[in-house]
Every structure is written in structure tokens, then in C-alpha cells.
């Protein structure tokens, strides 16, 4: 069964830091471009970054961008989104998304559970 | 950056009903559109991927058409266990947007 299964969230102060796990199983991880999105508490969905299978290329919201790194370890079967300077405005539940064909830019058609991420003092 | 607008925000309407919601982008996106749907405290679920093309395992009731700009999602008959938010999404460039989202209820 495809399968991912994210990790990470928890309460952080402002200005501090975090690191999401993404682990997949099911499918050739490598062969799949992933990505990060988030919904804000009663909001609708927001994309915050992308990975290609070979890692040799990510894309950042502007919300996020210089604040968040994407990575992802291919041996391991998962990706990571360290989240530095964190704002209050970053709280949300965070997915993580399979993307749909191979191709390099493409719909989300496996996702996490979520994880919550609270930014407050 | 490619903005993507949803129409209705919000959607009233009976079992059975034929339900169409509408997504405009700011700039062609050739056929590079996704529908997703998304219930309570659950991730979103993708329904049609190139705007036109039914994910594996979802109802035949969902379809999705347009190119370029306007966008649609038809459910051709409502059943009860489609009342929820659904999303649009472009993905023509390496940029993802969302729209807004059109929450779906009971009438």
C-alpha cells in the first residue's frame, strides 16, 4: 500500500526551529517529486515546497523562502522540511504530498496524515 | 505568480442535485489543473488531475473540464458523502496555487 506517514510538528516558541519527517513506503521513492503543504487552522491549503526525486532541484513559497529547507534521503524513503525562524503565521497542519506521475511539476496524489506545528510563546 | 479563484465559496445543495464549481486562473494553464476534496480533520483527496482525468478509484459522478483559464468541477448527482471543501489547483509551472476552496453543505 502507498503509504506516507509525516512527523515532526509540536509547540515552538517565535524565532524557533523544527524539523518534518515525511516517510513513504509503497512506491519508488525516487522516482517522485515531493512536497510540503499546510493549512492554517480554518484555512484553506497552502503550498510551501517541492523536491525533485534527485534532489537536484527545490522550490520554495515566498512565505517560506530563506526560512525553510527541503531535503529528502532517497536510501532512507524520506523527506525532511527544517523550518527555521519560525513565525506565528507558519502554525498550521503540515502535509506531505506524493507527486502524482514522475513528471517534474504535477498534482499531489498521495498525502500525509498531517502534522501541527504551533508557533507561540 | 498565477492566482487561481474559486467560485462559489460556499454551495448549498440536496442529495441527488447536479453541483458545478468553477475555477479561474489569472494566466493560461494549458490543462495543468488538479480538484481535490477535502472533508474534516482529513487530507485533501485528489478527484481530477489534468482537468479533465478521473484519479483511480473515484466516483464517476466527479468530472472536470476547460483548458487555458476557466475550469470546471461537475458531481453529476450529490450523494451524501460528498459534502465537503474542494480545492483547485494549477500546476503548470513549478509553482503550485491553490484556490480558495468551495465548501459544499447540506441544503
Known amino acids: 500500500e502507498v503509504q506516507l506517514l509525516d512527523s515532526g510538528g509540536g509547540l515552538v516558541e517565535p524565532g524557533g526551529s523544527l524539523r518534518l519527517s515525511c516517510a513513504a513506503s509503497g512506491f519508488t521513492f525516487s522516482n517522485y517529486a515531493m512536497s510540503w503543504v499546510r493549512q492554517a487552522p480554518g484555512k484553506g491549503l497552502e503550498w510551501v515546497s517541492t523536491i525533485s526525486g534527485s534532489s537536484d532541484r527545490t522550490d520554495y513559497a515566498d512565505s517560506v523562502k530563506g526560512r525553510f529547507t527541503i531535503s529528502r534521503d532517497n536510501s532512507k524513503n524520506t523527506m525532511y522540511l527544517q523550518m527555521n525562524s519560525l513565525r506565528a503565521e507558519d502554525t498550521a497542519i503540515y502535509y506531505c504530498?506524493?507527486?502524482?506521475?514522475?513528471?517534474?511539476?504535477?498534482?499531489?496524489?498521495?498525502w500525509g496524515q498531517g502534522t501541527m506545528v504551533t508557533v507561540s510563546s | 505568480d498565477i492566482q487561481m479563484t474559486q467560485s462559489p465559496s460556499t454551495l448549498s445543495a440536496a442529495v441527488g442535485d447536479r453541483v458545478t464549481i468553477t475555477c479561474r486562473a489569472s494566466q493560461s494553464i494549458s490543462i495543468w489543473l488538479a480538484w481535490y476534496q477535502q472533508k474534516p480533520g482529513k487530507a485533501p483527496k485528489l478527484l481530477i488531475y489534468?482537468?479533465?482525468s478521473l484519479e483511480s478509484g473515484v466516483p464517476s459522478r466527479f468530472s472536470g473540464s476547460g483548458s487555458g483559464t476557466e475550469f470546471t468541477l461537475t458531481i453529476s448527482s450529490l450523494q451524501p458523502d460528498d459534502f465537503a471543501t474542494y480545492y483547485c489547483q494549477e500546476y503548470n509551472t513549478y509553482w503550485w496555487t491553490f484556490g480558495q476552496g468551495t465548501k459544499v453543505e447540506i441544503k
Open positions: 504530498a506524493k507527486g502524482h506521475s514522475g513528471r517534474r511539476v504535477d498534482a499531489f496524489d498521495i
Open positions: 489534468k482537468a479533465s
